[in-house]
Nanobody, 124 residues
Framework: QVQLVESGGGLVQAGGSLRLSCAAS????????MAWFRQAPGKECEFVAA????????YYADSVKGRVTISRDNAKNTLYLQMNSLQPADTAVYFC?????????????????WGQGTQVTVSS
């Protein structure tokens, strides 16, 4: 079982930046691919970014490409999401996810473990 705890969300003005963190409980964090998803009010859950187990292979949604960077520190069992040039459309609850296997897929069913989420609100 893997427990994931997100932090770093908050209120930011348009054009600002936030860095989300996700702390994983399990020591074998390194074998898991990980991703960030988000869900805005009244909308379906949306893929944001993914990383393979090593962090050398990453994948981004077109809506955030160039503004967001996913990274991981396997020594600290921690996943990060650096978000720059934030816009009101980025307002959502952001979820950290983890799952066994290779690659960095963008489908929610590729990830078995989900955190509780952290709220990101971008004001105009």
């Amino acid at each position: 079982q893997v427990q994931l705890v997100e932090s770093g969300g908050g209120l930011v003005q348009a054009g600002g930046s936030l860095r989300l963190s996700c702390a994983a409980s399990r020591r074998t964090f390194t074998v898991y691919r990980m991703a960030w998803f988000r869900q805005a009010p009244g909308k379906e859950c949306e893929f944001v970014a993914a990383s393979n187990w090593s962090g050398l292979s990453t994948y981004y949604a077109d809506s955030v490409k160039g503004r967001v960077t996913i990274s991981r520190d396997n020594a600290k069992n921690t996943l990060y999401l650096q978000m720059n040039s934030l816009q009101p459309a980025d307002t959502a609850v952001y979820f950290c996810t983890a799952g066994p296997g290779e690659g960095a897929p963008d489908t929610s069913d590729s990830y078995d473990y989900w955190g509780q989420g952290t709220q990101v609100t971008v004001s105009s």
